[in-house]
């Protein structure tokens, strides 16, 4: 749903102004405020606060009338310490280190600025609306988002997110090499500020830009775009899963921040080539994680991973 919202924002980007498209897509978050208003709060929260009869009502909203709110109540009283004191038990900290570093990971694959630039790359590709880049890339990323849901329980979460990792380390180095190629040479200029590339005959190149992109956007939404949300959702134990999923949720919108505030200073140091090389190293280092690192969740019960992460399996 996530990227079906930005492929429709891209889209309304075609037909309105920037105002315009502003005041659209205040809309959904806008209506999202008000059906919220109409929603109870979570039964785990009210429990916690010694709220059961609370609890019992927002199941029954949730579950329906017939549903048997008390047992359920029964089994969340015993899993309602969301705290992460026992960080000596491997069955927690090992499985919040993981998910720490794949959200990481993932942000350090370069992906926001990929996304960034996707339009200047695609002008220089010579489209005749650059505008539509953003389109293009938006619907490869709906696709191969919606082809990775489907296979993802049938080739597994580690073979989605190495062979997505190997997809992404090939196609930002190419970048680099694209970009080596077509950047100007620098002068000696200590404040000099290349252009993210140049006119006249490397533009012959730019279907190895287009390859690249393409490869990088299918890569990424087959694997290290949906997986390790999903990854994030199996290895936690019920006790400490809402605290764990937000400590890794901020470390994601944190790295994201941090990637996207420095890429313009790092492409001013070395023009592009070296900034896509590095996201290629970090692509490559992904590789190494997920195959030391990574659990493959599929078809197992959090017991079975739970073991896994403690040596017991």
């Known amino acids: 749903m996530v990227v079906t919202g930005i492929l429709g924002s891209y889209v309304a980007g075609l037909v309105l102004d920037w105002r315009w498209l502003a005041v659209t897509c205040s809309v959904p978050p ?34 329906g009338p017939e549903a048997p709110v008390e047992w359920e ?12 004191s026992d960080l000596k038990d491997p ?16 942000q350090l694959t370069g992906i ?11 002008e220089d590709a010579h489209f005749k609306k650059s505008d539509v880049a953003s389109v293009i890339v938006a619907a490869f990323q709906v696709t191969f988002t919606a082809l990775a849901a489907l296979v993802m329980d049938r080739a597994g979460r580690k073979v989605l997110l190495i062979l997505s990792g190997v997809a992404m380390a090939a196609s930002t180095a190419v ?45 990424f939404a087959l694997g290290w775009g949906p ?8 290895i936690f134990p019920t006790p400490v899963r809402g605290l764990a999923s937000s400590v890794c949720v901020l470390t994601n919108w944190s790295a994201a921040f941090v990637v996207t505030k420095t890429f ?17 190293a970090f692509c490559a280092l992904n590789i190494v994680f997920t195959i030391f690192c990574v659990p493959e969740t599929k ?13 017991t399996a």
Request: charged share 20%; net charge negative.
């Open 299 to 311: 078809g197992k019960t959090l017991e079975e991973i739970q073991a896994r992460f403690k040596g």
């Open 91 to 106: 069955g927690i900290y090992k499985p919040l280190l993981v998910g720490v570093l794949m959200m990481l990971f993932q």
């Open 264 to 280: 313009q200073d790092l492409t001013v140091r070395d023009p592009c080539a070296g900034t896509f090389w590095l996201f290629s």
């Open 227 to 234: 997986t390790p949300w999903l990854v994030m959702s199996e």
């Open 112 to 122: 926001n600025a990929i996304m960034f630039y996707a339009e200047t790359i695609f």
């Open 175 to 219: 970048f680099g090499v694209y970009f080596r190629l077509c950047g100007p040479n620098p002068s000696n200029s200590s404040d000099f500020n290349p252009p993210l590339v140049s006119d006249g005959p490397q533009t012959d190149l730019s279907w190895l830009a287009l390859t690249s992109m393409g490869v990088f956007i299918t890569g």
């Open 30 to 63: 806008t209506a999202m405020l008000l059906f919220m208003c109409f929603m109870p709060e979570t039964p785990r929260f009210l429990l916690s606060r010694g709220k059961r009869r609370e609890a019992e009502e927002a199941l029954h909203f949730l579950r």
């Open 73 to 84: 109540c029964a089994q969340i009283e015993g899993t309602t310490r969301e705290q992460l």
